[in-house]
């Protein structure tokens, strides 16, 4: 694609039942979208036509994909990723919609690699119902970092004032010390410092690195990764002349608003991040899986159940998480960018 055509996002419905493909049809119902960005569906046509009918949403068109990879440049482009009915009750988990919304996320992925389409949005899939022998992953971004052949690779929470990335991911709180090393820090700041750079822009990026217990462990009072793990790697760092700081303790670094003064901030293990991140930028938060080949965000949120079907869902995540895709793809491809 040449940079002045219009990237084309690829967007997977999630599961059926959730709210992904409401959110997908409201978020594709405002039409300024159309100016920035080729949208491609990837799942069925028979669900959009059922959530349009359920939540009484008339202003939504839409192009059915008759020859792969062939999309209508303005207009929202549907993918039919599988030929049988499958039954939609939203609000309701079953292997069934958790086995389609693989499909819907296998196809989208193939024509990622193909070059097809530039760029995957994702909405939310249930994590319970798609795990299989055909999906042994905890999420899309185990799933992803393996598709596209990274090492590793860091989920990094992003809104317009907030940064999180995260060392571990879907793991127990109870692993979580244990994965606590030196190599592991190392390479998601790595990261963070690299996607800062080449997605975000940022040349010189400053980061703060929280502690693992309660206040950073306390001089080793109330535990020692701070004092053997977390603070040898941000010496490291500092005597490398990068701008990296901390570790400092979790709870009073977000009340204090010290966030304000980083590019990024890496927390430790999911909560620790997600908690204030979700605070503080539940509506403009996005979910990006940097360290990848390929551009792939999502809503910060999952399928939220309570609400499918019932015309409830704020759409504003996915639509960020369209424009966050669209404008990340710019940056990695646009040759003033820094890199
Ligand atoms: N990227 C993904 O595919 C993700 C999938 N999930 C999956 O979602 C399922 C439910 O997870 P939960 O932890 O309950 O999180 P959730 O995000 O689905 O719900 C948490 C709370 O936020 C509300 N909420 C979520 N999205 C909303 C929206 N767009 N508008 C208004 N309110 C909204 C829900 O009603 C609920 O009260 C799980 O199966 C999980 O695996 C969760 C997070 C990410
Ligand atoms: N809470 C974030 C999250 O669960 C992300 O999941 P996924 O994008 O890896 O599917």
Redesign the pocket.
């Known amino acids: 694609m040449s940079t002045a055509q219009k990237p084309r996002i690829g967007i997977t419905l999630?599961?059926l039942n959730?709210?992904g493909p409401e959110?997908v049809i409201k978020a594709l119902g405002d039409n300024r979208l159309l100016n920035l960005v080729t949208p491609v569906i990837y799942g069925s046509a028979r669900v959009i036509t059922f959530y349009k009918k359920l939540l009484n949403i008339e202003e939504f068109n839409y192009t059915q994909v008759r020859n792969k990879g062939q999309f209508a440049p303005k207009s929202i482009n549907v993918v039919n990723c599988w030929e049988d009915t499958i039954e939609v009750n939203p609000g309701k988990?079953t292997p069934e919609t958790g086995k389609a919304s693989l499909t819907a996320l296998q196809q989208a992925c193939e024509e990622l690699k193909e070059g097809l389409i530039d760029a995957l949005v994702?909405?939310?899939?249930?994590?319970?119902?798609v795990h299989s022998e055909a999906f042994p992953f905890k999420?899309?971004t185990e799933y992803l970092t393996q598709f596209f052949g990274a090492q590793e690779s860091l989920m990094f929470m992003v809104s317009d004032s907030l940064r999180v990335g995260l060392v571990t991911e879907h793991i127990p709180v109870k692993d979580v010390a244990a994965a606590i090393t030196k190599e592991r820090i190392e390479a998601k700041l790595r990261l963070m410092e690299q996607s800062l750079r080449k997605d975000f822009g940022i040349t010189k990026p400053r980061i703060a690195v929280l502690g693992l217990n309660p206040h950073a462990g306390d001089g080793g009072l109330l535990g020692q990764e701070e004092e053997k793990i977390i603070k040898p790697v941000v010496t490291e760092q500092k005597n490398k002349g990068k701008l990296v700081y901390g570790p400092y303790p979790a709870d009073g670094f977000f009340a204090a608003g010290s966030h304000s003064k980083y590019d990024a901030v890496l927390a430790m293990y999911h909560d620790q991040g997600l908690v204030p991140f979700k605070t503080l930028a539940?509506e403009q938060g996005v979910?990006f899986t940097a360290g990848l080949s390929i551009v792939r965000t999502?809503?910060?949120?999952?399928?939220?159940?309570?609400?499918a079907g019932k015309n409830?869902?704020?759409?504003?995540?996915?639509r960020h998480a369209i424009y966050q895709a669209h404008d990340i793809f710019k940056h990695r491809n646009e040759p003033s960018t820094e890199k």
């Open positions: 999630g599961d959730g709210i959110v988990a994702t909405a939310p899939i249930d994590k319970h119902s999420g899309h539940f979910n999502s809503p910060d949120h999952g399928t939220a159940y309570a609400l409830h869902a704020d759409e504003s995540s996915l």
